[in-house]
Nanobody
Framework: VQLVESGGGLVQAGGSLRLSCAAS????????MGWFRQAPGEEHEFVAA????????NYVNSLKGRFTISRDDAKNTVYLQMNSLKPEDTAVYYC???????????????????WGQGAQVTVSS
């Protein structure tokens, strides 16, 4: 199983980025997906999650309205659209996958089986 993030980079405050996470080696439609981030010296922080059907989403409260998670099962890809970025959004962003037989989404790092290598997002002020 491989999860590969892309789309990170340097952006000015107020700008937007879209992260992608391409999955291979698994039946993507059977997996709930999540995004997490880790700033220097900090723990992994939950960002967003989406269920296997793509019709249920969950976000950390502080990011609601600015970030949107979505998935395209035909492309085996999950996305994170990030708008109105702030310097405090600077972090390494990770996608994660968990096999799911129901319609749940998951906000805990321990719930996920597979992780990507991370994509750096840097927001300048």
């Amino acid at each position: 199983v491989q999860l590969v993030e892309s789309g990170g980079g340097l952006v000015q405050a107020g700008g937007s980025l879209r992260l992608s996470c391409a999955a291979s080696g698994l039946t993507f439609r059977n997996y709930a997906m999540g995004w997490f981030r880790q700033a220097p010296g900090e723990e992994h922080e939950f960002v967003a999650a989406i269920n296997r059907g793509g019709d249920m989403r969950n976000y950390v409260n502080s990011l609601k309205g600015r970030f949107t998670i979505s998935r395209d099962d035909a492309k085996n890809t999950v996305y994170l659209q990030m708008n109105s970025l702030k310097p405090e959004d600077t972090a390494v962003y990770y996608c994660a996958a968990r096999y799911s037989i129901g319609n749940s989404y998951f906000a805990e790092t321990g719930a996920y089986t597979y992780w990507g290598q991370g994509a750096q997002v840097t927001v300048s002020s």
